[in-house]
């Protein structure tokens, strides 16, 4: 006996609608794999070994240290000496958490600390210095965030080591923390013996 044909549409296989959910599924775990795969901290600049940007900031109005106008930021700044660049903002919670070691790191005069005051506002920058007290021996004042593009900066905070040469030696993204203060410091060492 053979089956009479029937008008009725073949039914969609159930499983097709579960492919869309799979896909999603898939990629979202691939993407959660990469996101935990690596330690920002350690992504490559391709400024390193190069020399720093020339960095022509105004300082923060009305900011004083040891009774003098904190000066701003200038490409002479990079040559001569040993110096640390700390990209911070009033409004980055990191550079809170950094701000104890970058006021122990402001003792050790034999290099000369200096910030990149990024997208901040004067009021909340200086409110933010005199809570957690100043380190640096210039800041300049990147309100519109074009200075730290030249720097190749990822997010705030950033602290890069420049030789005497002007030339960038290290770059460190992310707070600076006890568990990665000591190749920061090693660098930093690095530079100051290495000649000019």
Known sequence: MTALPTNEPA???RWIVFVPLAIFLALAGLFLFRLGAGDPATIPSAL?????PGTDLP?????????KSVPGLTGADFKG???VLNVWGSWCLPCREEAPLLMRMAADKRFRLVG????DQADNAL?????FGNPFAAIGADTSGRAAIEWGVYG???TFVIGRDGMIAYKLVGPITLANLPPLRIAIEKALASGS
Not at 48 to 52: K, L, M, R, T, V
Not at 59 to 67: C, D, S, T
Not at 127 to 131: G, I, P, S
Request: proline share 12%; net charge positive.
């Open 11 to 13: 039914r969609p296989r």
């Open 48 to 52: 390193i070994g190069h020399p720093a």
């Open 59 to 67: 300082a923060i109005p009305g900011l004083v240290r040891e009774g």
């Open 81 to 83: 000496q040993v110096t």
């Open 116 to 119: 990149l005051n990024y997208k």
């Open 127 to 131: 409110r933010f210095l005199q809570r």
């Open 156 to 158: 705030v905070p950033e």
